[in-house]
T-cell receptor, first 114, second 115 residues
Framework: DQQVKQNSPSLSVQEGRISILNCDYT??????FLWYKKYPAEGPTFLIS?????DKNEDGRFTVFLNKSAKHLSLHIVPSQPGDSAVYFC?????????????FGKGTHLIIQP | KAGVTQTPRYLIKTRGQQVTLSCSPI?????VSWYQQTPGQGLQFLFE???????NKGNFPGRFSGRQFSNSRSEMNVSTLELGDSALYLC??????????????FGQGTRLTVV
């Protein structure tokens, strides 16, 4: 049972436009969410996170929005750049400390078109 | 500050063999987690170690095991390898067990191919 879902395996966006990556979760126990970016042959790198007590967190070109009632979060990248082409993973954490592992979605492959 | 180091980077094994993968976390990080990445299943949590103790385990068979040493370095072992174990195995470290506000830093992974 996939508790964190990224329903779009891939997304193509023109350079300079906004990229919106979506993530849905089913378990209301999750209280902390993260986005990771992964290039081929490299490990995921942390991008941005959000606590469930917030509905928005912004870091430069990256903004994450959280809609708890809909159990939905999204990552906005604006403007999109060629270096943003990568696989993006949404992840969620249970409360009670970091002893629990991250639960990841299957990823969305973002392709930035020149 | 050195990042998370995983060795080896690539490995080819035959079915039925066993394999040991190594992970050295970022200096000072005491929490080490292991993940399996496959094209069909994405990133799946294997287990996490903190201070030499397994704190949590994902839904993997007992053929997958791990341990952590006093210097926080961790190893994972897969016995009786199956073709389906072919994957990228990623190790992640965090500074404390209170990971709510600390992100995990990943190594480059070990690409295991079982033939």
């Amino acid at each position: 049972d996939q508790q964190v879902k990224q329903n779009s395996p891939s997304l193509s966006v023109q350079e300079g436009r906004i990229s919106i990556l979506n993530c849905d979760y089913t378990n209301s126990m999750f209280d902390y969410f993260l986005w990771y970016k992964k290039y081929p042959a490299e490990g995921p790198t942390f991008l941005i996170s959000i606590s469930s007590i917030k509905d928005k967190n912004e870091d430069g070109r990256f903004t994450v929005f959280l809609n708890k009632s809909a159990k939905h979060l999204s990552l906005h990248i604006v403007p999109s750049q060629p270096g943003d082409s990568a696989v993006y993973f949404c992840a969620a954490v249970y409360p009670g400390g970091g002893a629990d592992g991250l639960t990841f979605g299957k990823g969305t492959h973002l392709i930035i078109q020149p | 500050k050195a990042g998370v180091t995983q060795t080896p980077r690539y490995l080819i094994k035959t079915r039925g063999q066993q394999v040991t993968l190594s992970c050295s976390p970022i200096s000072g990080h005491r929490s080490v987690s292991w993940y399996q990445q496959t094209p069909g299943q994405g990133l799946q949590f294997l287990f996490e170690y903190f201070s030499e103790t397994q704190r949590n385990k994902g839904n993997f068979p007992g053929r997958f095991s791990g341990r952590q040493f006093s210097n926080s370095r961790s190893e994972m072992n897969v016995s009786t390898l199956e073709l389906g174990d072919s994957a990228l195995y990623l190790c992640a470290s965090r500074s404390t067990s209170q990971g709510r506000n600390t992100e995990a830093f990943f190594g480059q992974g070990t690409r295991l191919t079982v033939v």
